[in-house]
Antibody, heavy 120, light 113 residues
């Protein structure tokens, strides 16, 4: 059974940093691109970032470019999101999402999400 | 950036009746490989989204056959043949043809009348 388990969310002050983690299991983690998608309270879904299977290629939404860094450790079946210079508008539930690549595109499996709250 | 537009945004439906959601993209979602990169998701209150349909018309594993997806180019439709109570929530379309960024529709909230 495919599982994605996020951790690392919490309350942080504006300008602060937070690192999210996602542990994947039940599939060959190193063969799938992975992504982060977020959802602000009461709002829709927003794609945040994507990383290639080997970690070489990364992409970001304009809203987080230069502040967030996606990475992965395939030896640990783990995905990360380093979030710096956090703003109130970054407050959201952050989902770790598997990407099916050219076969089916994004979103066949989602984690349960981790809440990030940016507030003083 | 490809803009995704859903309608309606609110959809009250009687149990057992059909429902239909439209999604329009600002650019064609057909790839040169022949695949259509349009996915549909369902999010129940308090839960993570779940993918229902990939490549415009393929049901994901475990998705009831009352759900169907159709369309090509820039116009797509999600249909529910007979709405059940568990179908309430918000439905999103998403394009994966021209990225970054992947983009989602605004969401359609289905409720039972």
């Amino acid at each position: 059974e495919v599982q994605l388990l996020e951790s690392g969310g919490g309350l942080v002050q504006p300008g602060g940093s937070l690192r999210l983690s996602c542990a994947g299991s039940g599939f060959t983690f190193s063969t799938y691109p992975m992504a982060w998608i977020r959802q602000a309270p009461g709002k829709g879904l927003e794609w945040v970032s994507r990383i290639h299977e080997n970690g070489a290629n990364t992409h970001y939404a304009d809203s987080v470019k230069g502040r967030f860094t996606i990475s992965r450790d395939n030896s640990k079946n783990s995905l990360y999101l380093q979030m710096n210079s956090l703003r109130a508008e970054d407050t959201a539930v952050y989902y770790c999402v598997r990407d099916g690549g050219m076969a089916t595109s994004l979103g066949d499996y989602w984690g349960q999400g981790t809440l990030v709250t940016v507030s003083s | 950036e490809v803009v995704m537009t859903q309608s309606p945004l609110s959809l009250p439906v009687t149990l057992g009746q059909p429902a239909s959601i439209s999604c329009t993209s600002s650019q064609s979602l057909v790839h040169s490989n022949g695949k259509i990169y349009l996915n549909w998701f369902h999010q129940r209150p308090g839960q993570s989204p779940r993918r229902l349909i990939y490549n415009a018309s393929n049901r994901d594993s475990g998705v009831p056959d009352r759900f169907s997806g159709s369309g090509s180019g820039t116009d797509f439709t999600l249909k529910i043949s007979r709405v059940e109570a568990e179908d309430v929530g918000v439905y999103y379309c998403m394009q994966g043809r021209q990225w970054p960024p992947y983009t989602f529709g605004q969401g359609t909230k289905l409720e039972i009348k």
